[in-house]
């Protein structure tokens, strides 16, 4: 499973942690990625997106309309 944004391509970067004593270690920043349900072309999708992507409004997301109660007569 790739930790990659289906809009922007965003992708997990490598790097140093430097500490205070100036020694390097490798690292790891990871995008926040967050799985939406969307609708694209009519059909429904599940995407891994951004949240920057998602408060910029790229995606939409799908919104479950709940279903009216019918009422039981008795």
Same mark, same amino acid.
């Given at each position: 499973m790739s930790r990659t944004c289906d809009v922007?391509?965003?992708?997990?970067?490598h790097g140093n942690k430097v500490s205070n004593s100036y020694n390097h270690t490798r690292r790891?920043?990871?995008?926040? @990625?967050?799985k939406v349900k969307? *609708?694209?072309g009519?059909?429904? @999708?599940?995407?891994?997106?951004? *949240?920057?992507?998602?408060?910029s409004g790229f995606i939409t997301k799908k919104v479950n309309v709940p279903k009216p109660a019918v009422a039981e007569a008795k």
């Open positions: 922007c391509g965003k992708h997990p970067i790891q920043w990871k995008p926040n @990625l967050v969307t *609708t694209i009519g059909t429904t @999708l599940t995407l891994k997106v951004c *949240t920057h992507c998602l408060r």
